[in-house]
């Protein structure tokens, strides 16, 4: 995993809007896939990205030590997520179906036409199965499955984010490994 140069940290810490800029745009892929392990939706992962990089802007000052930046994002996000899922017991409208309904305007989908729609459709079923698998895991595996395999975040960084001990966080990896091969041993011998 590519840590962001501290230089720009500090940068960013100075008031820089293009140095913060940069390091969005060399972290918010990890961030998103984080989030996205720990909420139901890939719509509701995209709102919780944008409000943790604002939280992070207004609270940079804060950031104790440049090199912990990639830490200190992941716990903020951590923190957005969990107040989701306080918010979501409250009723919410889709603004989808409010386009389906005629009070907005269309949705535009546009085609991707790259590579064979057979190769396609098979690789996006088996994502489909991965993805579903992951996130059938308890938010205590698929949290760290996700920070560890798909950030590539080493288990002492997993440790701090979460706020718990590096012993513990191998355990729920070598558990939630164990779930997943049982769920995807019916893809992996097809």
Do not use: C
Not at 175 to 188: F, G, I, P, Y
Request: charged letters at 25%; proline letters at 3%; aromatic letters at 4%.
């Amino acid at each position: 995993m590519e840590v962001p140069d501290a230089a720009l940290v500090a940068s960013a810490r100075g008031g820089d809007v293009q140095a913060f800029g940069r390091l969005y745009a060399g972290t918010h892929r990890r961030l998103y896939n984080f989030i996205r392990s720990l909420v139901s939706s890939d719509d509701d992962a995209a709102d919780l990205t944008q409000e943790t990089y604002v939280r992070a802007w207004k609270s940079l000052g804060s950031l104790r030590a440049d090199e912990a930046f990639l830490v200190w994002l992941h716990r903020i996000a951590r923190n957005a997520a969990q107040d989701h899922r306080k918010r979501a017991i409250l009723p919410t409208v889709s603004l989808e179906n409010a386009a389906a309904d005629g009070e907005a305007g269309d949705i535009l989908e546009i085609p991707d036409l790259s590579g064979e729609p057979e190769a396609i459709m098979q690789s996006r079923a088996t994502r489909d199965v991965v993805r579903r698998a992951v996130d059938s895991l308890p938010e205590i595996h698929r949290s760290v499955v996700t920070l560890h395999h798909l950030e590539g975040m080493s288990v002492a960084d997993i440790a701090r984010t979460l706020d718990i001990s590096q012993g513990t966080v191998l355990s729920r990896l070598s558990r939630a490994r164990e779930t997943l091969r049982r769920k995807l041993s019916l893809l992996v011998e097809a």
